[in-house]
């Protein structure tokens, strides 16, 4: 199976920069390519638990936790989230670090940068 | 074959962390064939006088990486992008190399993987 892996490093509801992550993690998934992504810098703030459901914006949180529920691979800074004092980030998220951006980069057909 | 990966440095040190982070992913992804590249406001993270307190254990580390037998990363300079901002080789500190453009895009062209920060 073909993997795509995203090194992402925005937080939520600044940019589209985390719709535009879900979105081509989804059409990668629809066309059966296996999905990873890497959150980096802010990015870890995207996938905290909690975030407000708010009339005619997407909530990050819940389409994080859609994509984890179809099996893409998320994985969060440690050291990123030790900084921001993020703690409570959807289940399935792992804590990581950035020997696995090689392990990522190693294993993906395409790699792609999302700000 | 193992995979390229040019870790490409765009940003000023001044007022964000990514050339501290890009460096960082940098010594992650050091036992690859690896070559930073540093286009752009990147250059200023370079200079000699420029505070480097936030990264200078990972430019150590890739000047003198661990194992006897690894050669050192590359990191790569953008000679257009030095000249653009009024800059010279001289007032870069040492272990980094100057290519031109030219040379520059080649690489980047010719990279399986690009981390850009």
């Known amino acids: 199976m073909a993997t795509i892996s995203f090194l992402f490093f925005s937080g939520p509801y600044q940019s589209e920069s985390p719709e535009t992550v879900v979105e081509l993690a989804k059409a990668a998934l629809a066309k059966g390519i296996k999905v990873k992504i890497f959150c980096y810098m802010d990015a870890v703030n995207s996938v905290m638990t909690v975030q407000k459901e708010v009339p005619g914006v997407t909530n990050i949180e819940k389409q994080f936790r859609d994509l984890i529920a179809k099996g893409v691979d998320v994985r969060l800074c440690t050291l990123c989230m030790l900084v921001r004092g993020t703690k409570d980030v959807i289940e399935g998220a792992q804590k990581a670090g950035t020997p696995d951006i090689a392990e990522m980069a190693e294993e993906s057909d395409r790699f792609l940068v999302i700000f | ?117």
């Open chain 2, 1 to 117: 074959m193992p995979k390229k990966i040019v870790v490409l440095l765009r940003k000023s040190p001044h007022g964000s962390l990514f050339p501290a982070e890009g460096l960082r992913v940098a010594v992650a992804v050091s036992t690859m064939d690896t070559k930073v590249v540093v286009i752009g406001d990147g250059v200023y993270a370079f200079l000699k006088e420029a505070d480097m307190t936030l990264y200078k254990r990972h430019l150590d580390f890739l000047s003198r990486p661990m194992l006897e037998e690894a050669a050192p990363l590359m990191i790569l300079i953008d000679k257009a992008s030095l000249l653009e901002r009024g800059l010279k080789e001289e007032d870069l500190i040492e272990n980094v190399t100057v290519k031109d453009h030219g040379e520059i895009l080649k690489i980047i062209g010719e990279a399986d993987v690009t981390l850009t920060f």
